[in-house]
């Protein structure tokens, strides 16, 4: 059973930082992505972020490019977001999700527990 477990969630003004982190452990995989997705109350979930198993790959929402940064630890299975410049709209339920193997379509995807970001004004 893969587990994924967030951290770093928080309440930060506008403007301000945080940085969330994921740890997946529970079996191995040759080829993954992880990431994060949010969702805001009353909306959908959205993707926000992504990074390759190789770390040589990043994909960003145009609504977080230039403010966050992924990135993943030297231990595998472990990803970073850094957010910068927060904005009261990037408050949300962040969730870091494995997708196995790609990220587009995969055949599966993991989810973690989510973890709470609040940026007041």
């Known amino acids: 059973q893969v587990q994924l477990v967030e951290s770093g969630g928080g309440l930060v003004q506008a403007g301000g930082s945080l940085r969330l982190s994921c740890a997946a452990s529970g079996r191995t995989f040759s080829t993954y992505y992880m990431g994060w997705f949010r969702q805001a109350p009353g909306k959908g979930r959205e993707f926000v972020a992504a990074?390759?198993?190789?770390?040589?790959?990043?994909y960003y929402a145009d609504s977080v490019k230039g403010r966050f940064t992924i990135s993943r630890d030297s231990a595998k299975y472990t990803v970073n977001l850094q957010m910068n410049s927060l904005k009261p709209e990037d408050t949300a339920v962040y969730y870091c999700n494995l997708d196995w193997p790609s990220r587009v379509d995969p055949l599966t995807r993991y989810w973690g527990q989510g973890t709470q970001v609040t940026v007041s004004s």
């Open positions: 990074i390759s198993w190789s770390g040589g790959s990043t």
